[in-house]
């Protein structure tokens, strides 16, 4: 039987260990894993807890990102709780495996260190990884800090392992800027955490022999897009049990979680649409907009990136008139998913925003504050005037001649 | 919001330092946030940490920084790297050197307006006797408690016996010994 770990009531854990800490109070059966830096700690502190006895469960060391998602894949078809820990280029590496443990309805929790893509290497953080896997018919939950990488991991075994739901689940954090930044965090007990997640339920499992059941079957034409289809609507429906996650949470630990965030926007006139740290950067600048410029700014975030809160994001966009969506992955011939993804939503609303788009931060490039205070001023000047008075894309932070695609189409 | 700014070689514990800072200040009920820009550094490469330290929550992610405090933990990072950038009227500077404060300001042109703003210590050398190993961190946060006066020694000691708990007691004891002397020495 695993040691139990005294936590204190505050201690300074980055968000590296604050996944490994989580993996570990949800007494997890099974992590296949392959490190990658800057992933590579969660693995890491995982590893020492089971070496120091904390851990009943298997941690199966093999060759390569596709094998350690296959090794899970394995591991939560025979029936346990499974999780694993990637970034970048091993996220790359798992993607076909990603597909399958979808398809597969296999509720494992991934943590993604999100990091810049290859070429050329970089260590550092972006979210090019993350934005891959936005098809792949897993639940996204996107932490801005460690704390929130510690609550969303404990969130992600009962959102994917419920009955209703039966998916895999990524849990997001931004390479560095959070998965290597100490902070105070505020833990559950083990006991308290454990409870919180609840024992594993495993559903068709293929280690009841006396069940036979099989995982990874063919369907060509007749029925795959059925299947596929029906994936969908698992994944479109789970929002109500995302909800119901987060208010036990809530309960449970006082924090608030909500699919889409959103900060000083009863009265926003301008808003930034953003993903990651940068959020936290962003409700900085806001903040200081108001006090000393008296604009009006919010910050709009999806916590979950899949399934995409489109109602919240009409609701909450409903009555600003600029609208600033900031992509931290390079869009590579179109316009940034998080422009795609609002503009989407909001163009079957009746009072539709000024929306423009915002590259940033490739590769690790600092995002300043000072740097979001004047893309909000931009917008601020789009409302004033109405209509955008910049290309509708923009490279922020970038050397060089300045970039811009598009202007808007006025009648 | 108190905000300090490590210069260091990786390996030489600036992370640990920066880390092992914020968990003695998390315990007295303020927020941190302690972090390091190296990458794929390699060890010897110079290399920054960061601390900040405030009454809230902190969700300032910028790598910018005006710092309140600058430690140097590298002797030779004084003369090459820009230890003074982004500095305030107010930024305080703690390095590690065998030299005295008048020959090392002598030395650094950037640092001569600034006379007594600037404070020396002998970290290597300190933790060479003490723990035995070029490890400057702990004797640096010694000379910061003095500097600043954040915490009293004796409570910083207490404190940092429990974030070392998971070493032996002998290295407990000589970081202790380390973080008293670079105190008591720091000019």
Excluded at chain 1, 17 to 45: C, K, N
Excluded at chain 1, 148 to 175: S, T, W
Excluded at chain 1, 191 to 201: P, T
């Amino acid at each position: 039987m695993a040691e139990k770990m005294e936590l204190n009531e505050i201690e300074v854990w980055d968000g590296n260990h604050a996944a490994a800490q989580a993996l570990r109070q949800a007494q997890v059966d099974v992590v296949a894993a392959y490190p990658i830096t800057p992933s590579t700690p969660i693995v890491e502190g995982y590893g020492a807890f089971m070496a120091n006895g904390y851990i009943d469960g298997e941690f199966v060391m093999v060759e390569s990102e596709h094998a350690a998602m296959s090794g899970c894949v394995g591991a939560s078809a025979a029936g346990g709780r499974v999780a694993t820990a990637t970034s970048s280029q091993g996220f790359m590496l798992m993607i076909e495996v990603l597909y399958q443990a979808s398809g597969m309805r296999l509720p494992i929790v991934l943590n993604v260190v999100n990091r810049a893509v290859a070429s050329p290497l970089n260590v550092r953080g972006d979210h090019g990884d993350m934005y891959a896997g936005r098809d792949s018919g897993w639940i996204q939950l996107d932490a801005f800090n460690a704390q929130e990488v510690y609550d969303l991991n404990l969130c992600a075994f009962k959102i994917g392992e419920d009955i209703n739901v039966r998916l895999p689940v990524m849990v997001h954090q931004d390479g560095f800027t959070t998965s290597h930044t100490a902070q105070n965090i505020r833990p559950l007990s083990d006991d308290e955490a454990y409870a919180f997640v609840g024992d594993f339920k495993p559903v068709d499992e293929m280690l009841d022999f006396s069940k036979a059941v099989t995982y990874g079957a063919q369907t060509e034409e007749d029925w795959h897009y059925e299947h596929k289809a029906k994936q969908h609507r698992a994944l479109m429906d789970s929002y109500t049990v995302i909800d119901r996650v987060f208010e036990e949470f809530e309960k449970k630990t006082g924090r608030e979680y909500k699919r889409l965030e959103t900060y000083m926007m009863d009265d926003a006139e301008v808003a930034i649409v953003a993903l990651g740290a940068t959020v936290e950067t962003c409700i900085l600048a806001a903040k200081q907009l108001r006090e000393e410029e008296g604009i009006k700014a919010g910050v709009v975030a999806p916590r979950c990136i899949r399934p995409f809160p489109f109602n919240e994001m009409r609701d909450v966009l409903a009555n600003v008139k600029a609208v600033a969506t900031l992509d931290h992955s390079a869009p590579m011939g179109a316009m940034g998913m998080l422009y795609n993804e609002v503009a989407g939503a909001m163009v079957s609303t009746q009072d539709r925003p000024l929306i423009t788009n915002f590259i940033y931060g490739l590769g690790g490039r600092d995002f300043s504050i000072n740097e979001a205070k004047r893309i909000f001023r931009e917008q601020k000047g789009h409302a004033d005037v109405g209509y955008i008075t910049t290309e509708i894309q923009q490279f922020s932070g970038l050397r060089g001649p300045k970039l811009g695609f598009y202007e808007m189409k006025r009648s | 919001m108190i905000e300090i700014r490590w210069h260091s070689r990786a390996g030489q514990g600036a992370v640990t330092g920066a880390k092992g800072l914020g968990d003695v200040v998390a315990r007295t009920g303020k927020e941190v946030q302690a972090f390091a820009l190296y990458g794929s550094a390699k060890r010897g490469a110079a290399m920054r940490a960061y601390n900040r330290i405030d009454d809230e929550q902190i969700i300032n992610h910028e790598k910018f920084m005006n710092p309140d405090y600058v430690l140097v933990i590298d002797p030779a990072l004084a003369f090459s790297d820009n230890i003074t950038e982004n500095e305030k009227d107010t930024t305080k500077y703690i390095i590690t050197t065998h030299l005295d404060k008048n020959e090392l300001i002598a030395q650094i042109p950037a640092l001569q307006d600034k006379k007594d703003r600037v404070f020396v210590v002998d970290c290597i050398g300190i933790s060479m006797d003490t723990i035995g190993r070029a490890i400057p961190n702990t004797p640096m946060l010694g000379a910061l408690m003095k500097v600043s006066g954040m915490f009293e020694l004796d409570f910083f000691l207490d404190s940092m016996k429990r974030v070392l708990a998971k070493f032996p007691q002998k290295i407990i004891d000589a970081n202790m010994e380390a973080i008293t002397r670079a105190y008591n020495e720091v000019k």
